[in-house]
T-cell receptor, first 114, second 116 residues
Framework: KAGVTQTPRYLIKTRGQQVTLSCSPI?????VSWYQQTPGQGLQFLFE???????NKGNFPGRFSGRQFSNSRSEMNVSTLELGDSALYLC?????????????FGPGTRLTVL | AQKVTQAQTEISVVEKEDVTLDCVYE???????LFWYKQPPSGELVFLIR??????QNEISGRYSWNFQKSTSSFNFTITASQVVDSAVYFC?????????????FGKGITLSVRP
C-alpha cells in the first residue's frame, strides 16, 4: 500500500507571497491532518479534515487554511507569507476515528520564506 | 490540556548498547493513546509503536520494547543492541478521543546518536 505523499518536497518563497501544499493520504484513509514543525516550537497541529470538512483546528492565524477533496486529498494554503512560516509541513492520514487511529505521516514539505 | 515531556534532549551511545528514551505525559482523559515516532534526517515521521491507556501490558517487538506505567504517567521506549541506523529524533505523542479532537500532542523530541 502506498504511503502518504506530499508535494512539493521543497519550496522557496518570498515574504508576502502565498503557497499551496498538497497531500495524498493512504488509500482508504479519510482523515488528513497537517502539522508544522519548527526548531523553536516543535511539532504543532494546524488542522484536520475528514470527509471534506474541517473537523479540528489548532492555534494558527487565518492565513493558514486548507481543504479536502472528495478523494480525500488535501491542500493547505498559507497566504501573505512571513519569515516565521519557514518550517517543515507534515501531513498525516488516518482512518478517521477521532483521537483513536494511528496517524501515518508523509515526507513533508520544507518551506523556506526569504 | 494535554502535555508530553521528553526531558532528555540528546543521547549518544555506542553501537550495541541498549538505550531508553523517557516520556512523561499529562492528560485528564481516562481513555488515551500513546505513540512513539522516529524522524530520521530525511524528515518523515515514522510510526513505531502505539499503546492504549487501558492496556498496561508491556511488550517487546524485535529490538524495541516499551514500559507503560499509568501510575507514573510514563511511557518509556527502549532500543536493545542499538545500531547506527537507529540514529534519529524520537518523538513521544499523545492523543485522546475526548473533546472530539484527534490531534497528536508531541514532546520536543530526543536526538539519538549511535556511534559505530
Amino acid at each position: 500500500k502506498a504511503g502518504v505523499t506530499q508535494t512539493p518536497r521543497y519550496l522557496i518563497k518570498t515574504r508576502g507571497q502565498q503557497v499551496t501544499l498538497s497531500c495524498s493520504p493512504i488509500s482508504g484513509h479519510r482523515s488528513v491532518s497537517w502539522y508544522q514543525q519548527t526548531p523553536g516550537q516543535g511539532l504543532q497541529f494546524l488542522f484536520e479534515y475528514f470527509s471534506e470538512t474541517q473537523r479540528n483546528k489548532g492555534n494558527f492565524p487565518g492565513r493558514f487554511s486548507g481543504r479536502q477533496f472528495s478523494n480525500s486529498r488535501s491542500e493547505m494554503n498559507v497566504s501573505t507569507l512571513e519569515l516565521g512560516d519557514s518550517a517543515l509541513y507534515l501531513c498525516a492520514s488516518s482512518g478517521g476515528l477521532v483521537g483513536t487511529d494511528t496517524q501515518y505521516f508523509g515526507p513533508g514539505t520544507r518551506l523556506t520564506v526569504l | 490540556a494535554q502535555k508530553v515531556t521528553q526531558a532528555q534532549t540528546e543521547i549518544s551511545v555506542v553501537e550495541k548498547e541498549d538505550v531508553t528514551l523517557d516520556c512523561v505525559y499529562e492528560t485528564r482523559d481516562t481513555t488515551y493513546y500513546l505513540f512513539w515516532y522516529k524522524q530520521p534526517p530525511s524528515g518523515e515521521l515514522v510510526f513505531l509503536i502505539r499503546r492504549n491507556s487501558f492496556d498496561e501490558q508491556n511488550e517487546i517487538s524485535g529490538r524495541y520494547s516499551w514500559n507503560f506505567q499509568k501510575s507514573t504517567s510514563s511511557f518509556n521506549f527502549t532500543i536493545t543492541a542499538s545500531q547506527v541506523v537507529d540514529s534519529a529524533v524520537y518523538f513521544c505523542a499523545l492523543s485522546s478521543p475526548g473533546g472530539a479532537n484527534s490531534k497528536l500532542t508531541f514532546g520536543k523530541g530526543i536526538t539519538l546518536s549511535v556511534r559505530p
